[in-house]
């Protein structure tokens, strides 16, 4: 069993920056692929950014590619998403999510999530 809390949201202008953090309990924290999906209101859970069991590598939506960076710590068990560049349609919860051992890209295979953290872009 893993437990996801995710730490970090809240409210920047457009252009600005902030930095979310996932801590996750449990053992072989390494093992397991780490990302991020967003949600915004009255849209589907879309796939943000991966950092891969194995490597690791990281992989990023097109449209965050280039402004956000994911990171993980496996001897913290965290895994980090700096947010540089935000942009109104960065708005939305923000959700940490696991998965053993694979890397799918679709939220119905990850096996944990947390709560979500709100991060809202004003323009």
């Known amino acids: 069993q893993v437990q996801l809390v995710e730490s970090g949201g809240g409210l920047v202008q457009a252009g600005g920056s902030l930095r979310l953090s996932c801590a996750a309990s449990?053992?072989?924290?390494?093992?397991?692929?780490m990302a991020w999906f967003r949600q915004a209101p009255g849209q589907e859970r879309e796939f943000v950014a991966v950092?891969?069991?194995?490597?690791?590598?990281?992989y990023y939506a097109d449209s965050v590619k280039g402004r956000f960076t994911i990171s993980r710590d496996n001897a913290k068990n965290t895994v980090a998403l700096q947010m540089n560049g935000l942009r109104p349609e960065d708005t939305g919860v923000y959700y940490c999510?696991?998965?053993?051992?694979?890397?799918?890209?679709?939220?119905?295979?990850?096996?944990?999530w947390g709560r979500g953290t709100q991060v809202t872009v004003s323009s």
């Open positions: 999510a696991a998965r053993s051992q694979a890397t799918p890209r679709s939220s119905d295979e990850y096996e944990y």
């Open positions: 449990g053992r072989s924290f390494s093992s397991y692929s």
């Open positions: 950092s891969t069991w194995r490597g690791p590598w990281t």
